[in-house]
């Protein structure tokens, strides 16, 4: 039973180009959390999604981040138009239930823009 | 607005001595909390929760204190072992499913 699998591990970027992650949740989970982490900071919460649906995006920059969770393959978030600021580790969790239960990290994607 | 702090960012302890880590929260309606353990280039992994309604849970070498009138817990570690270095995050929720972290301490276990 795989653990939830990121990939890329690394990833570099020019400034102005798009990345994506990706992000497969273990076996039977069907909720899906992006949290990132920036240089010398703990883990910041961005998007909650279910299958095919946005649960919780509050923590999401408003322009340039989108993610998803389509009902086939992997959760995706996507960056577009990457600035230096984005470089920073971005992990995903995924849970079986929702509430109150904690999660199985990733190893997650290092972003580096140059 | 950092929601949960770790204001040591450093520990270091002696093998076999008790490690103490601890998180400050100012939200009075989180109800439940976690502690996650990180080795450098991995994602965190879960190492013990508690929810409000307790004030200790216990598991092996671990156990979390939690003390709602200070917004308070911390995590004691005995006897620490030189594999329990890593960074530690405290994690604190709402019944929901969005957890705020704290910033991380790192532990430091001397053989």
């Known amino acids: 039973n795989a653990g939830v699998m990121q990939n890329p591990r690394h990833l570099v970027r020019r400034r102005g180009q798009e990345a994506r992650l990706r992000c497969s949740p273990m076996?039977?989970?069907?909720?899906v959390y992006w949290y990132r982490q920036l240089p010398e900071e703990g883990l910041k919460f961005m998007v909650y999604?279910?299958?095919?649906?946005?649960?919780?995006e509050s923590g999401m920059p408003k322009e340039r981040f989108s993610a998803e969770f389509p009902k086939e393959g992997p959760s995706i978030l996507r960056i577009q138009q990457v600035v230096r600021g984005d470089s920073a580790a971005y992990f995903c969790?995924?849970?079986?239930?929702?509430?109150?239960?904690?999660?199985?990290f990733g190893s997650g994607t290092r972003l580096t823009v140059v | 607005d950092q929601q949960v702090k770790q204001n040591s960012p450093s520990l270091s302890v002696q093998e076999g001595r008790i490690s103490i880590l601890n998180c400050d929260y100012t939200?009075?309606?989180?109800?439940?909390f976690l502690w996650y353990k990180k080795y450098p280039a991995e994602g965190p992994t879960f190492l013990i929760s508690?929810?409000?309604?307790?004030d200790k849970n216990e598991d092996g070498r671990f156990t979390v204190f939690l003390n709602k009138s200070a917004k308070h817990l911390s995590l004691h570690i005995v006897p620490s072992q030189p594999g329990d270095s890593a960074v530690y995050f405290c994690?604190?929720?709402?019944?929901?499913?969005?957890?705020?972290f704290g910033t991380g301490t790192s532990l430091t276990v001397i053989p």
């Open positions: 999604l279910q299958k095919e649906n946005i649960i919780d």
């Open positions: 994690a604190a929720s709402r019944a929901g499913n969005q957890f705020y």
């Open positions: 939200n009075s309606m989180f109800d439940y």
């Open positions: 076996k039977g989970h069907s909720h």
């Open positions: 508690i929810s409000s309604i307790k």
């Open positions: 969790a995924s849970s079986p239930q929702g509430q109150g239960y904690g999660y199985t």
